[in-house]
Structures are given as C-alpha cells and as structure tokens.
C-alpha cells in the first residue's frame, strides 16, 4: 500500500513498524510534538514526571525522552525566568538582600542602644 506525499514521515515510520514489528523503528519528535501533560509537568519542574508521560505517550526511549524534556525545559526557562524552574537556580540576589538588610538592622540597633 503506497502513501501519498501528504502523509506524514511519522504516519508511515507507524505503519511500517505495525507491517513489520520485529523492525525497530526511531520515532524522532520535536519539541512541539511533546504531550501537554508532560509541558504542564516541565512548566511546574517536575522533569523526571514529564520523561515518563512522554515515554508512556510517545513510545520512545529514556534518553530522546530525557533530551526532548530537558531541551523543552531549556526553552520554558528562557520565555519565563520568572517561573517555578528558576527558584532553583541561583539564591545569590536573595542572599545578598538578607545580608544588607541585617547589617541595617544591626546599624539601627547599635544607633538607638549607643546613645
């Protein structure tokens, strides 16, 4: 049974794998491709969840699962730096804060019990 042009390569990598199921057959997917499940889970930080709806939606392996959610999270992180997966990041600026804040404190306190 010959396709038409229009069908797409995963349509037919489909097919052949159902023709011929002792052939193992790549599915290649790009990030776009991914379950909205697994983007909710990325968007919320939770890779490891993400690999494994992709894995259980899309048939592919760990490791194309890992690089697509890690790839798909890269891209997450740059639109939204604001989001849950940058929490994890850097506590620097935070730190920073706290620290002038206490030497603040400190100052008033050695100003007001001084005097």
């Given amino acids: 049974m010959e396709l038409p042009a229009a069908v797409p390569a995963k349509v037919t990598r489909m ?14 997917l790009s990030d776009a491709e991914l379950p909205p499940e697994a983007l909710y889970a990325i968007e919320q930080g939770r ?3 993400a690999i494994k709806i992709v894995r259980e939606r899309t048939g ?49 306190f050695r100003h007001w019990t001084s005097g």
């Fill in 15 to 28: 097919q052949k794998s159902a023709r011929h199921p002792e052939a193992k057959t790549e599915i290649i």
């Fill in 60 to 108: 592919v392996g760990l490791a194309h699962a890992k690089v697509l959610v890690e790839r798909a999270a890269r891209q997450i992180a740059e639109q939204n730096p604001r989001g849950p997966m940058s929490e994890s990041g850097s506590g620097m600026p935070r730190l920073l804060l706290s620290l002038l804040l206490a030497l603040v404190i400190l100052a008033v």
């Fill in 47 to 49: 890779k490891i969840e």
